[in-house]
C-alpha cells in the first residue's frame, strides 16, 4: 500500500482546511482532515448527493492540494472501532477552538464515522 511521505504527512497534520476535489471536474474545496498513525482521514459534514463524499464514493481517484502542489489521491472507506475512535480523538485534538466543538462532537456521531474516508497517494 502506498503512504505519504513523511514531509506531505506534516504538511498535512499542520493544515486546518484541506484542498480536495473529486476526480478532475469538480472545484477543489476546503475541508477539516486528521492524520492518524501516518494515515490520512476525512469525514463529510454533510452527506449531500452532489457533495465531495459522494463523488469520491462513485469516482474513487481525486486529487488535493499538499502546500502548492497537486497530489492524486484515491480514496477508500475506513473500517473498524478502532480506528474510527483514533479519528475522532485525531479531530478532538486538532480543532480544538470553541467554535469547532460542535462539529468535533457531530464528526464523532455514527452517521458522520460512517462516511469516513481513508486518502492514500496515487
Known amino acids: 500500500m502506498t503512504r505519504f511521505a513523511r514531509a506531505a504527512l506534516r ?3 499542520e493544515t486546518r482546511y484541506f484542498s480536495i476535489r473529486s476526480g478532475t471536474e469538480h472545484r477543489y474545496i476546503g475541508i477539516w482532515v486528521v492524520v492518524v498513525d501516518g494515515r490520512v482521514f476525512v469525514r463529510p459534514w454533510n452527506d449531500r448527493r452532489t457533495g465531495w463524499y459522494r463523488a469520491f464514493l462513485a469516482e474513487r ?3 488535493v492540494k499538499i502546500g502548492q502542489r497537486d497530489v492524486q489521491v484515491r480514496a477508500r472507506p475506513a473500517r473498524g ?3 474510527n475512535d483514533a479519528v475522532d480523538r ?3 485534538e486538532k480543532y480544538t477552538t470553541k467554535p469547532n466543538q460542535k462539529y ?3 464528526f464523532a456521531t455514527a452517521k ?3 462516511t469516513t474516508l481513508e486518502l492514500l497517494p496515487v
Open 81 to 83: 472501532e478502532k480506528l
Open 11 to 13: 504538511t498535512i497534520d
Open 104 to 106: 468535533v462532537k457531530g
Open 61 to 63: 481517484r481525486g486529487s
Open 90 to 92: 485525531a479531530y478532538s
Open 112 to 114: 458522520r464515522r460512517a
